[in-house]
């Protein structure tokens, strides 16, 4: 299978005097992550991505750095945030472009193309033919490709499972470890090409099971740290907001914005609304009652919950509203979050 088989052929670009923000917007458009420039003949002469647009301004760079990282990954598009920044952003496509442009022959096959994304430290190319760009070549569409396992295009996304592309991601993955290895063995000053012409020789031979079964180990010792990592700032972060609701007051303004997107829904036809949520650690059982559900689930609310209920208790059941609880989602097959609900239905 070549480059040619696997490349998207329809590639946006831009010129060199393209501002910044164009090129961020252009990229948050269409959901992509690099865009190659071109000069006015069509040369291929540069190549910005998401990477290229972080401010060069070293306390610019500090200041933006957190909410960069959690806006940005690769293969998603610029946040609107981003964007919105770069208005007032006078540098060019020339001024952050990447050169010179890592490319492969549209005759490259897919291990020549994994090689030279591993030896660039890179994720997609430009595909040349004759000295000039015919489509554009990532590290997703060898993923794809190599899912497919068979010659010729990629199947259609209904005929993938997300195993298939699981299995062909570590595949790739594999592979490209194997040719970081050996060219870190070759000499320290040598020149990385730019070509998949000098790619080296196909390293499917060096391939093992054992060598593969490493790699899931590794991959899953990495996904448990993550899990964990993720449950503990879940934790921190529910535990931190049980305790504001546990102190919070009931203000007016809080109420009446209560009363007034409750209003709001009723005009769009709705006949109940979700005035407030709220963890189920602020139930003396945890959400049991509520789920049952048992009559005295009130009994159990603790902090701004409760509070709600009484102003309802008070104020809008004399009026004609209900008021009922729910658990709106079950994490782990428990109660997690519960609603209370104001109704005005028959």
């Known amino acids: 299978m070549k480059a040619a088989d696997i490349m998207t052929r329809t590639v946006f670009t831009v010129a060199p005097d393209a501002p910044a923000r164009a090129i961020a917007k252009l990229l948050h458009r269409n959901g992509i992550s690099a865009v190659p420039v071109v000069d006015g003949a069509g040369a291929l002469i540069g190549m910005v991505s998401e990477g290229d647009l972080i401010p060069r301004d070293q306390r610019d760079r500090e200041a933006r750095r957190d909410w960069w990282l959690r806006m940005l990954s690769e293969g998603e598009a610029l946040s609107a945030e981003f964007i919105a920044d770069l208005e007032d952003d006078k540098r060019t496509a020339a001024d952050v472009m990447t050169k010179p442009v890592v490319t492969v022959p549209e005759d490259a096959d897919i291990v ?3 090689g ?3 030896q660039n430290r890179i994720k997609r190319a430009p595909v040349t033919a004759n000295g000039r760009m015919v489509g554009i070549v990532s590290r997703a569409d060898l993923v794809r490709a190599i899912a497919g396992n068979h010659p010729g295009a ?3 996304a209904s005929e993938r499972t997300p195993d298939s592309l699981t299995a062909a991601e570590e595949h790739l993955t594999a592979l490209q470890v194997r040719m970081q290895q050996k060219l870190g063995a070759q000499e320290p ?3 990385p090409t730019t070509t998949a012409a000098a790619s080296g020789p196909k390293p499917a031979e ?5 060598g593969f079964r490493g790699l899931v180990e590794r991959h899953e010792k990495d996904e448990d740290a993550l899990r964990a ?3 503990r700032q879940t934790e921190e972060k529910r535990h931190h907001e049980v305790n504001e609701m546990l102190a919070a007051e009931l203000s007016e303004a809080m109420w009446n914005r209560m009363l007034h997107e409750a209003k709001i829904a009723a005009e769009k036809g ?4 979700m005035l407030l949520r709220f963890p189920c650690e602020l139930c003396t059982d945890h959400g049991r009652a509520v789920n049952v559900p048992d009559p005295e689930w009130p009994a159990t609310l603790r902090g701004l919950p409760a509070r709600v209920f009484l102003r309802w208790q008070e104020e809008l059941r004399p009026k004609g509203f209900g008021l009922t609880a729910r658990v709106v989602d079950f994490p782990g097959g428990i109660p997690g979050d519960i609603g209370l609900f104001l109704n005005w239905g028959k």
Request: glycine share 0%.
């Open 189 to 191: 000053n040598k020149t």
């Open 206 to 210: 060096e391939l093992s099971a054992a």
């Open 116 to 118: 030279v994304l591993a």
């Open 154 to 156: 990629a199947p259609p």
């Open 112 to 114: 020549e193309v994994a």
């Open 229 to 231: 990592d993720v449950h």
């Open 270 to 273: 709705e006949a109940e609304h």
